[in-house]
């Protein structure tokens, strides 16, 4: 799995939030391709098989050009905040990292706006698109119940949410 988001400090978050989720899960292994890390270290990381990445654009595209990053076997592509990624310029690269996705990955473009930017790039790679919307006067929060938990520790947050969501989705 490939997540795309258009900030640094964006993959970091993500990766250490799936780090936290994932650790239960034997083989999970995350891996940012972002700026700040060296080249080197970056492709050796990368030859290790992420079960996921996350990568801004231009730090992407410069592995997958220079080979550290090879795209035949990936199943998902998720371009997060897709109206931000392009809002900041990030198209011609997004374009160009797609040139390399297998052409039956299955894609997601997820976008809290949808801008003639976005429209054109999901009407340029996606098949068979399924479009969700949550228009504003749909969300009603009046039949939900509100509730605050405090923990002292990130790890106690994780496993509070974890069991939360095991005991309310049955």
Do not use: W
Request: with cysteine.
């Amino acid at each position: 799995m490939l997540i795309i988001l258009p900030a640094r400090l964006l993959c970091h978050e993500a990766l250490e939030l799936i780090r936290q989720i994932g650790r239960h899960i034997s083989g999970l292994n995350v891996f940012g391709v972002v700026g700040g890390v060296s080249l080197e270290s970056e492709r050796i990381k990368l030859g290790e098989k992420p079960s996921i990445i996350f990568g801004t654009p231009g730090r992407l595209l410069n592995a997958v050009q220079t080979g550290s990053l090879e795209l035949k076997r990936l199943k998902l592509l998720i371009l997060d905040e897709a109206d931000e990624l392009l809002s900041r310029g990030f198209q011609e690269q997004i374009l160009s990292i797609l040139k390399f996705v297998p052409p039956d990955v299955q894609m997601a473009i997820i976008s809290a706006t949808t801008p003639n930017e976005v429209q054109c790039l999901m009407d340029l790679s996606l098949r068979d698109p399924v479009c969700l919307r949550i228009e504003k006067k749909y969300v009603d929060m009046k039949d939900s119940e509100h509730f605050k938990v405090s923990v002292d520790e990130e790890e106690e947050k994780i496993d509070f949410l974890i069991n939360f969501y095991e005991k309310t989705s049955k």
